[in-house]
């Protein structure tokens, strides 16, 4: 089956900050528990240039933040600009649960290839279930208006 294009395109992600801190020497450890941090707000974001205004999700990820020993430490804050038309109640929740699952697998990816002095086993994130941060981003958005 021909897979057909989501009414969802990610237009661009933005890296606005990134720390990452690799420790070689903390993968020897065995049972790595990785700490993942990720956090989103929903709104939308103009790029200067062309004055055009984009559904946006901005995010910030911090892996083993407050953790003494880990492989690796990272955060990253950006934004994720996206092509939907809003007026579509459907496509609004497909910006908010399919974007925010966009954008942590282009988080992990984007932190696999970064780790790259580590081996495999240390440096990939863990699935994650996100129901709880859409939650939390769309409950803030709530009392914000």
């Not at 459907?90 to 282009?106: A, Y």
Request: hydrophobic letters at 45%.
């Amino acid at each position: 089956m021909t897979a057909k294009p989501s009414p969802l395109q990610l237009k661009n992600i933005v890296i606005l900050e990134e720390r990452i801190g690799i420790f070689p020497q903390e993968c020897q450890k065995k049972a790595i528990k990785v700490n993942v941090d990720f956090q989103v707000k929903f709104g939308e974001a103009e790029i200067e240039e062309s004055k055009q205004k984009f559904p946006a999700i901005s995010f910030l990820l911090k892996v083993n933040e407050k953790k003494k020993k880990a492989p690796f430490k990272a955060y990253i804050n950006g934004i994720a600009l996206f092509d939907i038309d809003l007026n579509d109640e459907k496509n609004k929740r497909l910006l908010v649960i399919n974007g925010t699952v966009l954008i942590f697998g282009f988080l992990r990816g984007y932190l696999f290839a970064k780790l790259n002095l580590l081996p495999n086993e240390c440096r990939l994130l863990p699935a994650v279930n996100l129901i709880g941060v859409i939650e939390e981003a769309l409950k803030e958005e709530q009392e914000q208006n």
